[in-house]
C-alpha cells in the first residue's frame, strides 16, 4: 500500500479511536469491520472522507457515533500490511515530513487535549497505554522540532506525553494542528496567552494595589503552610512586584532564574518567612482557604 495524506490519516485514526476487526469462524456472525468511533462529527466525516478517497468505498457514519465499513478485503489488506491497530500493538509507520503532519494530526485530534490555564498551564497533551508506539510519536515531534516530557502514570498504567512552552506549541499548532473544532479554538486561546508576558502596573497608588492582589489571587502557589511561589516568563514583572511588595507592604522575597525540564527559561519569587506569608494571607485571604495558618 502506498501512504498519500488519505490513507496517512486513516492510519492514524484507527490507531487512535479506530478498529480493524474480523471473526471468520462463526457462520452467523461473521464480521470483517474498519471503523472509527468518536463523537465529534468532524472527526467522522473526515475519517469518511479520506476513507472513501483512498479505498474507493463509503463508510456510513452511524447514530451511535461510528463510521464503519465491513469489507473482507479491505479488513484483510490493512491487517497485512500494517499488523494489529490494538492499543497496544498499534505502531506509526515510516513517513515522509508532509505525511508525518498529517498522521499527528489525525493522532492528536483523536487522542490529544490542549489545556488552557490563563498565564500559568498552558500545554498540549496525549495519553496512551503503548509505550512503543507513543516514542515513535515523540521521536516524530522531536523531528519536526517539538520538544515533549514523557510521563508515566502509576495509577492508570499510561504513558503520558506533554508538550509545554510558547515556541513548542507554536510549532504544533503550525506544522499540525486541529481539525477538531474546540481543540482548535483552545489551541488559539494557548497562543493568545503567550503573546502578553510584561506586567503592566498602574501608576495610581490605589489601582496599583488592586492589581498587584489580582497578581497574587491568579498566581500565588502554596506549597506549604509558609512557601509561597510566583512565576513568569518575564524577570522585570517580578523585580518590579517584589519592588513593589516590599514598598507597600513591608514584605521581603526572593527572586531566582530557573529552567524548566525542555530548557525553556522562567523566573520565580519566593516567599518563605512565616511573617511574610502571614501578610500574604492578608492580602489574598482566599489563597489560604486550605490551610490553616
Not at 45 to 53: H, T
Not at 187 to 203: A, C
Not at 265 to 273: A, L, T, V
Request: hydrophobic share 35%.
Amino acid at each position: 500500500m502506498k501512504f498519500d495524506k488519505n490513507l496517512a490519516a486513516v492510519h492514524a485514526y484507527l490507531c487512535a479511536d479506530g478498529y480493524v476487526t474480523k471473526n471468520p469462524l462463526e457462520r452467523k456472525k461473521k464480521y470483517y469491520r474498519i471503523g472509527l468511533r468518536n463523537t465529534n462529527q468532524v472527526l467522522l466525516k473526515d475519517f469518511q472522507k479520506r476513507f472513501y478517497n483512498y479505498f474507493r468505498v463509503m463508510p456510513p457514519i452511524r447514530k451511535d457515533g461510528r463510521c464503519e465499513k465491513c469489507s473482507k478485503e479491505i479488513n484483510e489488506l490493512l491487517l497485512r500490511e500494517f499488523g494489529s491497530f490494538y492499543s497496544w500493538e498499534w505502531r506509526m509507520p515510516k513517513l515522509n515530513k508532509k505525511l508525518v503532519r498529517v498522521w499527528l494530526r489525525a493522532y492528536f485530534d483523536c487522542e490529544g487535549w490542549v489545556f488552557c490555564k490563563r498565564h500559568q498551564n498552558r500545554h498540549i497533551g496525549v495519553d496512551c497505554v503503548n509505550e512503543k508506539g507513543l516514542n515513535q510519536v515523540i521521536k516524530a515531534l522531536n523531528q519536526l522540532g517539538i520538544k515533549t516530557i514523557k510521563k508515566f502514570n502509576k495509577k492508570r498504567k499510561i504513558f503520558r506525553i506533554f508538550i509545554y512552552g510558547k515556541e513548542n506549541i507554536k510549532k504544533f499548532r503550525d506544522n499540525i494542528g486541529f481539525l477538531h473544532p474546540d481543540k482548535a479554538e483552545v489551541l488559539n486561546d494557548v497562543i493568545k496567552d503567550y503573546m502578553v508576558y510584561e506586567w503592566t502596573f498602574p501608576t495610581k497608588e490605589k489601582e496599583c494595589k488592586k492589581f498587584i492582589k489580582k497578581i497574587l489571587e491568579e498566581k500565588a502557589r502554596i506549597k506549604k503552610p509558609f512557601y509561597i511561589r510566583l512565576i513568569s516568563r518575564e524577570k522585570r514583572n517580578l523585580k518590579k512586584l517584589r519592588y513593589l511588595l516590599k514598598k507597600f507592604y513591608n514584605i521581603d522575597s526572593l527572586l531566582y532564574n530557573c529552567v524548566n525540564g525542555i530548557g525553556t527559561k522562567y523566573y520565580e519569587i519566593d516567599i518563605n518567612q512565616k511573617e511574610e506569608v502571614k501578610k500574604i494571607k492578608g492580602l489574598v485571604p482566599k489563597v489560604f482557604k486550605s490551610i490553616n495558618i
